[in-house]
């Protein structure tokens, strides 16, 4: 978008008295209701965000205490061309000091503190691995560059190790990928096509993690937090407790109005009738859902319910027609979609982090993902700038890890990832990380270890074909759209914040009928420079 486009529409007609209904609270809803407010000119009052939960943010979160411990379910990589996400947060303020922006605070850091990797791999026990490169052989970057000129269509529905040979699986290139982005070898390569396109221009430093940026604290506290904040600044309406269960609409050829809400507050069934001025934004997915935690002698138990939360309502409304998507190919497979994470809160901790700095020569909070290579979990951990929540107490420390390999045996702890407490996690962690004589003096300091295992996290990445993710505003939509990793954002990659953020622009702007262009995914493919730093890199 050039600044021509960078307009401030006028207000559309009826505006006041016209109703949104943000159905789902993270981070795809927010991000409406701030474009609703500042480029729709709706009044705040008019903006309802309806959430089942009591707290806002989704997928992004991060919460407890230094007596409970800490947790996160995870963080979304940020790179510098998410447009979408840059704009939405160069105008909201910052919490520490309102005359500056969240995108202005968020800039200083990473300029102060650039991420930057000196130990992208270990093995051994703790022994630093060669990570100096992508270690592609010549056929196996020649793959890479098949899949970039291969066509969505075309590849359809191939899995990752249906495109790619054996010998791709064991190079340092997927160890980093699959870690980075939470990648398994039956996910659709189609999404990898996607990442590798978006992210041409940092495939040179991905082995330092060159380029990834970070916040201050956990991402609900340095992003969320100051947008909700802001939002009931002007009045947005958070109404909590509310579970969407099905949606009407009135079809007509191939016009759709969305005509009712029904919800369930309190085991009380409501209608929230729907005028056709109105809008109605669906987040139709989380990566989220149905999360369980364990902790320190706990597992996390997986949740197998027939009851999937917005997956279900999905269900119901792609009943209502074909151009609402497929849910089934995306949350019928728990097995190919679960993970966990868990997050690790030390207290007077002299011997984990001191030891990990000089294991990998990171500066604290610096240095990212750190990846073990030969885990049979296939375990990654990450120490996150301290603090990582703004309760956090100085002398209370967070470690975040997960593993991509669910159900197999540890080689320190015989039983499945997906099988242990919070404890037995931590223990198989600190074996693989050299600390194995050191494992019972190190749970003394432990406050708590918080596994979560979320069934759906990498739903998104199923296979899949052009419609099984419905278009952000269906064909013939007046009043109706998706939002979120479910939706289809033509040339943008899922698992991103910047893809549920332009998914709000894009319904926002589209049935608001704001005459206002949505920024352009950053078109690094096309660069020519980009393109032949990528093939140097790839080919060593």
Request: glycine residues 8%; hydrophobic residues 40%; charged residues 25%.
């Amino acid at each position: 978008m050039n600044n021509y486009q960078r307009i401030n529409p006028k207000a559309p007609h009826n505006i006041e008295n016209r109703n949104a209904y943000l159905l789902g609270g993270g981070i795809g809803s927010l991000s409406a209701a701030a474009f609703l407010l500042r480029d729709a000119h709706m009044p705040g009052k008019n903006i309802h965000i309806l959430e089942q939960l009591e707290v806002s943010g989704g997928s992004m979160d991060g919460a407890g205490t230094a007596e409970t411990g800490y947790t996160a379910r995870g963080g979304r990589e940020i790179e510098e061309h998410f447009e979408c996400f840059m704009e939405l947060f160069s105008f909201i303020p910052s919490l520490k000091d309102k005359s500056i922006s969240v995108l202005d605070e968020f800039v200083q850091l990473n300029k102060d503190e650039p991420i930057l990797s000196h130990c992208r791999l270990v093995e051994n026990q703790g022994q630093k691995a060669d990570f100096s490169d992508l270690g592609l052989s010549t056929p196996n970057a020649m793959e890479l560059a098949k899949l970039h000129m291969l066509t969505e269509d075309a590849l359809g529905a191939t899995t990752i190790e249906e495109f790619f040979s054996e010998s791709f699986f064991e190079t340092k290139f997927w160890y980093y990928w699959a870690t980075m982005f939470a990648f398994e070898k039956w996910h659709s390569v189609v999404e990898v096509k996607r990442y590798m396109e978006r992210f041409m221009h940092l495939i040179g430093g991905m082995n330092r993690l060159d380029g990834i940026l970070h916040t201050e604290y956990n991402q609900f506290d340095s992003l969320i937090l100051p947008l909700i904040t802001w939002l009931k600044e002007q009045n947005v309406s958070f109404e909590y407790g509310y579970k969407v269960t099905d949606i009407d609409f009135n079809i007509s050829g191939y016009e759709k109005t969305a005509t009712a809400i029904h919800l369930t507050k309190a085991g009380k069934e409501e209608v929230i009738e729907v005028a056709e001025d109105d809008l109605v934004l669906f987040t139709n997915g989380s990566m989220t859902e149905n999360t369980t935690r364990g902790d320190l002698n706990h597992p996390a138990v997986l949740n197998r319910s027939d009851e999937k939360g917005c997956f279900s309502v999905w269900e119901k409304i792609a009943a209502k027609s074909p151009d609402f998507g497929h849910p089934e190919k995306f949350c019928e497979d728990i097995d190919k979609s679960k993970w966990m994470s868990f997050t690790v809160t030390l207290k007077d901790d002299d011997m984990v982090f001191p030891y990990l700095y000089q294991l990998t020569g990171d500066k604290p909070g610096m240095g990212g993902l750190v990846t073990i290579k030969d885990s049979s979990w296939f375990m990654s951990w990450v120490v996150p700038k301290h603090p990582h929540f703004i309760n956090q107490p100085d002398d209370v420390k967070v470690l975040w890890a997960y593993a991509l390999n669910m159900d197999v045996p540890g080689d320190y702890v015989k039983k499945t990832f997906s099988e242990c407490t919070g404890r037995e996690m931590f223990e198989e962690l600190l074996y693989h990380m050299g600390l194995e004589e050191k494992i019972p003096e190190i749970l003394s300091h432990t406050v708590n270890v918080i596994p979560s295992m979320m069934p759906y996290i990498t739903a998104q990445f199923m296979p899949r074909v052009a419609g099984d993710r419905p278009a952000v505003i269906p064909q013939g939509s007046k009043n109706f759209g998706f939002l979120g990793q479910f939706a289809e954002v033509p040339g943008d990659c899922v698992f991103t914040v910047e893809y549920s953020v332009r998914s709000a622009m894009m319904a926002v702007y589209g049935l608001m009928d704001l005459g206002k262009a949505v920024d352009p995914v950053y078109p690094s493919q096309y660069d020519i420079r980009v393109l032949i730093n990528a093939a140097k890199t790839c080919l060593g």
